[in-house]
């Protein structure tokens, strides 16, 4: 790493990340750490310009007014307090606060505005390229942002020692699995393995009715089928994951309880010992999108909306069938491209269809037509936690009901779910 950092060091601040944030925009890296960070840990951080303690109210831990270890104050490195023993807190918002930071930052710190995708491909390429040699790294490729801009990255560094592995379990959106073929085997040469195992998810979904057993069906059956996919290839020691900062700064730190655990193809058998190349775990999201558009990945890979790990899976409302899966991706591509076309895209936060196994009584040529009801959802929201309703014009929506129902087998009603997060969630299961 060639780019002057900033350390913070969480001394019970709920804000970090924040701050991190914040310094990142004025383009100088930073990095987040416990408060108790070693001598040694400390001196193995290349280029530290400068260390914020980071009080606030998470100081007490066991009862105990935590500190820095007497290595940070003696490292002769510029130092500020924020919050932290006595010292004043950061003013909430406003050109006071940039202003005191980017004095610490430029002023006393004399850090330079340096990071930036160019220079961090460039890192990143180097270190991967140190730590794997010449052997090989396997990476289980699904498509969404994180997998495909480290796959992206990792064949800039180290080419055909790669292998991608693709898992087509019938729960993608459409058009998906064929994009990532075309994307990285043609266009990029990656050494991909595509499995078609749509056959053996269906067959073990078939009649689970419970979105939790769903759940964990899928995610056991992707771990069973990478696995032999993996046992099927010659000396690989490393396993590629799209682990990102926020995934580990959720883990926890020391002042504030893990939020969830981080591990993305968790669950891998012990024998199968990979050591593991994570080269976007310091990047924030924004940040991965950046470093995916600057490898030159398609938009639509790097800025398609967040989908659930187990996919059409819990969008086609309980025991799956075959024929409504069909008309959940068909309303969804629908939905899609209408969103598109009409300027919606990348201003509604998240869009997509469901069908509930209910069918109700319509007309067809003429004819009674006993055919389910898709429901269109389409939210907005900043953190996730809460979100509200799209106001989607009416004229658009009748659009696209007249499309659904005379273009998607199966379907002869159209809902629009009003609700927001309270008291729906953002998915239906
Ligand atoms: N269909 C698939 N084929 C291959 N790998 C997959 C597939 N689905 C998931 N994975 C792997 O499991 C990881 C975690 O999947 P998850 O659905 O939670 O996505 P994620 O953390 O948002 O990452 P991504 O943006 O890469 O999808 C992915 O990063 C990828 O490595």
């Given at each position: 790493m060639k780019q002057d950092m900033i350390l913070i060091l969480?001394?019970?601040?709920?804000?970090n990340t924040r701050l991190a944030r914040e310094i990142r925009a004025l383009g100088v890296y930073t990095e987040i750490h416990p408060h108790d960070i070693s001598q040694p840990q400390l001196a193995a951080l290349p280029n530290v310009k400068g260390i914020i303690l980071n009080g606030g109210?998470?100081?007490?831990v066991d009862g105990v007014a935590i500190d820095a270890a007497p290595a940070v104050y003696e490292s002769g490195l510029p130092i500020w307090s924020v919050d932290h023993k006595g010292s004043p807190a950061l003013a909430a918002e406003g050109p006071e606060r940039e202003q005191a930071i980017a004095s610490f930052v430029f002023d006393t710190c004399r850090a330079e505005s340096n990071w930036n995708m160019e220079n961090f491909i460039a890192d990143q390429v180097e270190l991967i390229r140190n730590q794997v040699g010449g052997r090989k790294v396997l990476l289980a490729l699904s498509g969404g942002v994180d997998s495909s801009v480290v796959a992206a990255l990792l064949i800039k560094a180290i080419g055909d020692q790669l292998t991608c592995v693709h898992v087509n379990h019938g729960l993608l959106r459409k058009g998906e699995p064929e994009q990532v073929v075309q994307v990285f085997r043609h266009e990029l040469g990656a050494n991909l393995v595509y499995v078609d195992a749509v056959d053996r998810f269906l067959d073990k979904l078939a009649?689970?009715?419970d979105p939790e057993a769903k759940r964990k069906i899928i995610g056991a059956e992707f771990i069973r089928v990478f696995e032999e996919e993996a046992r099927k290839l010659e000396g690989i020691e490393f396993l590629a994951q799209g682990t990102i900062y926020p995934d580990i700064i959720e883990s926890g730190t020391k002042t504030v309880k893990a939020v969830k655990s981080h591990h993305n193809v968790g669950g891998l058998p012990e024998d199968l010992q990979f050591q593991l190349v994570e080269p976007l775990s310091m990047l924030f999201k924004d940040e991965v999108r950046a470093c995916g558009v600057a490898l030159g990945l398609p938009a639509s890979m790097v800025y398609r909306q967040p989908f659930p790990g187990p996919g059409l899976g819990v969008r086609c409302l309980g025991a799956i069938t075959r024929d409504r899966l069909e008309a959940v991706r068909e309303s969804d591509a629908i939905l899609r491209e209408e969103f598109a076309d009409n300027g919606l895209e990348g201003k509604v936060w998240q869009y997509f269809t469901a069908i509930p196994d209910l069918k109700s009584v319509g007309v067809r040529d003429g004819k009674r037509a006993d055919e389910w009801a898709v429901i269109i959802r389409a939210v907005n929201t900043i953190d996730a936690m809460t979100a509200t309703v799209e106001d989607v014009p009416f004229a658009l929506l009748q659009k696209i009901t007249g499309r659904i129902t005379s273009e998607v087998k199966g379907v002869n009603r159209v809902l629009f779910d009003l609700t927001p997060k309270p008291t729906g969630t953002i998915e239906f299961e």
């Open positions: 969480d001394l019970g601040s709920d804000e109210v998470n100081r007490i009649g689970v009715a």
